[in-house]
């Protein structure tokens, strides 16, 4: 079973390169089959999601290529089976997002209905209810959803809850839907606006994408493009966090610093000394333990929820008590139990949760749950006493590229074991 072994105590010291982001490459990826010609996407990471993303695709007759080590083309025309199923979906619910645009461009889709997940219960209602809004035939029968249109045909669509990922499937599908599209209360997530941006490069007709509203004109057809996805702004955070929990220096390239002021707010408040360019921020904690912070986590611009578990493990180790409120997810506190583990203390109160900092946390075996769980138990085994080892770690792999290696370049005493033994 593989693990990741860190010995905590080294200040984060350096630059560290952030990758494509996850959640914007995922929906891209999938975007491309709405085009009758190839799309090169590049700034791809490397990621377990993104090799699912690719099986998915492949499976349906879509055929895939990497070109460089960032690079993927994906050639739709060959697609001849138009599903996703159990086994993929179940492991990684993102499979959702091929339903708009199967059943927009191919008239038919068969998509596994996502079961419960560790940190909710994330229906995908709003996704079934904004197709039908556009005219397709949506039924679950077995455990699938099975869509079906002739041609889709634009419709007002209200988003009950603001949601991401049901967002970007109804934005695909009406890019070749007839006539006009509103999405109303919809996400105005950074990723939600490259979908936006990289559909548009292929032909399709969209406006407001960052706003709550998008007003989406269907077109006939979409052709191929070239597209380089956004920096990953949870990554960032999470390598920030990183070096406020060891009071280190360290300089994120590549990535997007207008896409994190709630986040770059928090860490000012923690006690960072911030500074950022057109693509790069740099952060020095002087040595310093962080100050508590308090954090609600709600829908972009907002806190992300993608940070919740990163500063509870800062709050662990924080001077003063920080309350962590989560709004989005009613279950995302799987880390809490395991951060207790190192000796950090924390209450939970429904979806809230009280750290009260301690001025060292030890070194212990401990479990990752969900992804960012996972990254959170990372950053504390980084300022924690002696070693911790972190179990499960292909959750972490599902959304961090090379993980132990970036951290390893800022100076962290962190490898990654197998053991037969699990
Ligand atoms: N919701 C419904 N009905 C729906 C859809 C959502 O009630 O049909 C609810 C959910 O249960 C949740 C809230 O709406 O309480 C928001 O969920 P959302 O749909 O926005 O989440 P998502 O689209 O499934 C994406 C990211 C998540 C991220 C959330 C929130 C991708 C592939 N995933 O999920 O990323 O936490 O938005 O920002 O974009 C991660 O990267 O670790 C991750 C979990």
Not at 233 to 245: D, H, K, N, Q, S
Not at 291 to 310: C, G, K, L
Not at 347 to 368: C, D, E
Request: charged share 20%.
């Amino acid at each position: 079973m593989t693990k990741i072994e860190i010995t905590g105590g080294v200040p984060l010291q350096g630059e560290v390169w952030i990758s494509g982001a996850k959640n914007a490459v995922l929906p891209i990826l999938v975007g491309s089959l709405l085009g009758d010609a190839p799309s090169r996407i590049s700034n791809v990471p490397h990621l377990q999601d993104v090799t699912t993303t690719m099986e998915l695709l492949g499976r349906m007759g879509a055929e895939l290529s990497m070109h460089d080590s960032m690079q993927i083309e994906i050639d739709p025309r060959g697609m001849n089976h138009y599903e996703a199923p159990y086994d993929l979906v179940k492991t990684m619910r993102a499979s959702i997002l091929v339903l708009g645009p199967l059943v927009a461009r191919y008239g038919r889709a068969r998509v596994s209905l996502p079961g419960g997940c560790a940190i909710g219960s994330r229906p995908v209602d709003l996704h079934l209810h904004g197709l039908q809004a556009l005219g397709a035939k949506v039924e679950v029968r077995n455990g699938n959803i099975e869509a079906r249109a002739d041609r889709l045909k634009g419709a007002r669509v209200i988003m009950e809850t603001v949601t991401v990922t049901g967002t970007e499937n109804i934005l695909m599908a009406a890019t070749l839907a007839q006539g006009t599209t509103i999405i109303e209360n919809a996400a105005q997530e950074p990723e939600v606006v490259d979908l936006a941006n990289f559909l548009i490069s292929m032909g399709a007709r969209i406006e407001g994408a960052g706003s709550n509203t998008i007003t989406v004109e269907g077109v006939d057809n979409m052709h191929g493009t070239d597209y380089s996805v956004l920096p990953d702004r949870i990554e960032t955070g999470t390598y920030l966090v990183g070096c406020a929990m060891t009071g280190g220096n360290v300089r994120c390239t590549h990535t997007s610093p207008g896409h994190l002021d709630a986040v770059l707010d928090k860490l000012s408040e923690a006690g960072a000394e911030i500074s950022i360019g057109e693509d790069w921020i740099e952060m020095d904690m002087r040595g310093r333990r962080p100050r508590s912070v308090d954090i609600t986590t709600a829908p972009y611009p907002a806190f992300p929820t993608d940070m919740q578990a990163q500063f509870t493990a800062l709050n662990s180790i924080a001077d003063g008590t920080g309350v962590i409120t989560e709004t989005v997810f009613e279950n995302r506190f799987m880390h809490v139990q395991e951060l207790q583990r190192l000796g950090a203390d924390i209450r939970l109160k429904g979806n809230t949760a009280i750290v009260q900092g301690v001025s060292r946390l030890t070194g212990a075996p401990i479990m990752a749950t969900d992804l960012r769980a996972s990254a959170s138990l990372v950053l504390a085994g980084l300022v924690a006493d002696g070693v911790t080892t972190v179990d499960r770690v292909y959750h972490i792999d599902r959304g961090y590229e090379n993980i132990e290696e970036k951290l390893s370049a800022l100076g962290a005493r962190i490898r990654r074991t197998d053991s037969a033994a699990g």
